[in-house]
């Protein structure tokens, strides 16, 4: 195997173009690094320092590394910054998703996996549901959007491919190495902020002061194992990559505090533009392969305060 993982400067993409050098595996990074740190990308592994919005770029290091694999993970993924400025997401989500795809397969490659999203592409799941994925998608965001516009592309294009394709749709995905300096990674956030003494934002569900929205939260080893059952198996159409389990921002504050020793210096905040209340994910037709979601919650918040303690 030859893997090109875009946005593998990235969170996830760096976990997993690092478990690929373990693993024997020749392996590439393609980032632009405005959001990915060149300091993610281990010895051994090529960096192309390119933005899939440039087909030309793309079609150059595909062809100087010559993949076998592709794992589409280079994407916008704040809510927030999708909403202020939806013709950036679309641009690097769908537009940018295309040129990788349509590269990859004018390439010759033979697998790709593409990172979608299941924690805003449903839209709210009721209280004591999880979503499958044969539920409807009903973004809220543009974020949403795009992804679900792309999976549109993969439906339609899939049967004129040579290659095959599997969509992985990740929850809210957490662990060391997350940015905190966005929106989209609150244990990130709460980590760094916590251990800093510094104040910090708790956005509600419905009304300043209620215990936040509810997710599900996966650590990023079990989402790399994912990656790597999709590109080990045929794995056709779209995956919940999700621990089943939905949890409150004030359960994850309290859980970063536990682990950090630090009390929090919390400022209740109104609901964000684009925020779901509710999204839980179903996995269990990953869990019927045999992948499980292997790291605790709290012990993976435990490691992710650790990884954060260390660079603060």
């Known amino acids: 195997m030859r893997l090109l993982v875009t946005g593998g400067a990235g969170f996830i993409g760096s976990h997993l173009v690092s478990t690929a050098l373990g693993r ?8 632009d690094l405005s959001t990915g740190r060149r300091a993610n990308v281990p010895d051994g592994a090529h960096l192309f320092e390119t933005d899939v919005r440039d087909r030309a770029a793309v079609r150059a290091a595909v062809a100087a590394f010559r993949p076998t694999h592709v794992a589409h993970l280079a994407a916008q993924s704040s809510v ?5 400025d939806p013709v950036l997401d679309a641009a690097v989500n769908l537009v940018g998703g295309l040129n990788v795809l349509l590269e990859a397969e004018a390439a010759g490659v033979e697998k790709f996996i593409f990172s979608s999203t299941g924690g805003a592409l449903y ?17 809220k ?8 516009a792309f999976e549109g592309y993969l439906d339609l294009l899939g049967t004129g491919l040579a290659m095959r394709t599997t969509t992985l749709r990740f929850a809210n995905v957490y662990g060391p190495r997350q940015d905190p300096h966005g929106e989209a990674g609150v244990v990130a956030i709460f980590s760094e902020r916590v251990l800093r003494g510094q104040g910090l934002k708790l956005f509600a569900r419905r009304t300043p002061g209620d215990p936040g929205c509810v997710r599900d939260y996966v650590h990023v080893a079990d989402v790399v194992a994912a990656c790597f059952f999709a590109l080990e198996n045929p794995a ?26 630090h009390p929090a210096h919390v400022e209740p905040a109104p609901t964000r533009p ?27 918040i435990a490691e992710t305060v650790r990884w954060f303690a260390a660079r603060t």
Do not use: H
Not at 124 to 131: L, S, Y
Not at 141 to 148: L, R
């Open 274 to 300: 684009g925020d779901l209340e509710v999204s839980v994910l179903d996995p269990a037709r990953l869990e019927s392969t045999g992948w499980r979601a292997r790291v605790g919650f709290e012990d993976g």
């Open 141 to 148: 965001s543009p974020y949403a959007a795009s992804k679900a």
């Open 236 to 261: 056709p159409g779209a995956w919940n990559v999700a621990s089943g389990v939905g949890r409150t921002t004030q359960a994850v504050l309290d859980a970063v505090v536990a682990a950090a020793g």
């Open 123 to 139: 839209g709210d799941v009721p209280e004591g549901q999880r979503a499958a994925e044969t539920w409807a998608m009903q973004p």
């Open 80 to 84: 927030k910054v999708s909403v202020d």
């Open 24 to 31: 024997g595996i020749t392996v590439a990074a393609l980032d």
